[in-house]
């Protein structure tokens, strides 16, 4: 294959994953026509890029008020102590979620570089069950965190590239 051909072929799939990343609920045909592809192209590239891992799912951004939830951000900093394979694999199995006697939804957990270094979005119903949430994770890893920080997030702007169809809500918190 050429290199313009993989260059060609990069180039459409950052399209694709534009288009995707504005809208995943776009149909294949309404993502073809916009990007002036064929349908076969659009469908033939998404599924390598879901091969490949680039495409991890597809999800709905949800507005956790009107399903009678709350968001909270949980901040961890680890401790200089090694992290043993037994909990490396929980984590890797999510064991946190299935342990957790609380029903929480976790939406993002990413580690990071900075002041702390795991950072877990999730929802939860109230704030009593975000800190038993908490409460048990830093059970579940004493030893190996030295810190935690539990932040409730008040309104959204922007989520998944998706700005809040009720955006002049964020008036409100700025009224004195």
Not at 33 to 57: A, C, D, H, P, Y
Not at 146 to 173: A, H, M, R, W, Y
Request: aromatic residues 10%.
């Amino acid at each position: 294959m050429a290199k313009s051909s993989v260059k060609q072929i990069k180039v459409d799939e950052k399209r694709i994953l534009g288009v995707l990343a504005k809208n995943a609920n776009k149909s294949i045909n309404d993502i073809a026509k916009s990007l002036g592809f064929s349908r076969q192209k659009v469908w033939r590239v998404m599924n390598s890029l879901e091969k490949n891992n680039t495409i991890w799912g597809y999800v709905a951004v949800i507005d956790e008020e009107k399903v009678d939830k709350k968001s909270y951000i949980l901040l961890v900093k680890r401790s200089t102590k090694p992290v043993e394979q037994e909990l490396l694999n929980h984590i890797i199995k999510r064991e946190l979620v299935k342990r957790t006697e609380t029903k929480i939804d976790i939406t993002n957990s990413m580690f990071t570089h900075g002041s702390y270094d795991w950072i877990i979005y999730f929802n939860a119903y109230d704030l009593k069950q975000a800190k038993q949430f908490q409460e048990h994770f830093n059970k579940l890893y004493e030893g190996f965190i030295i810190e935690t920080q539990l932040i409730e997030k008040l309104f959204t702007v922007v989520s998944c590239g998706v700005t809040n169809p009720e955006i002049k809500k964020l008036n409100d918190f700025f009224k004195i």
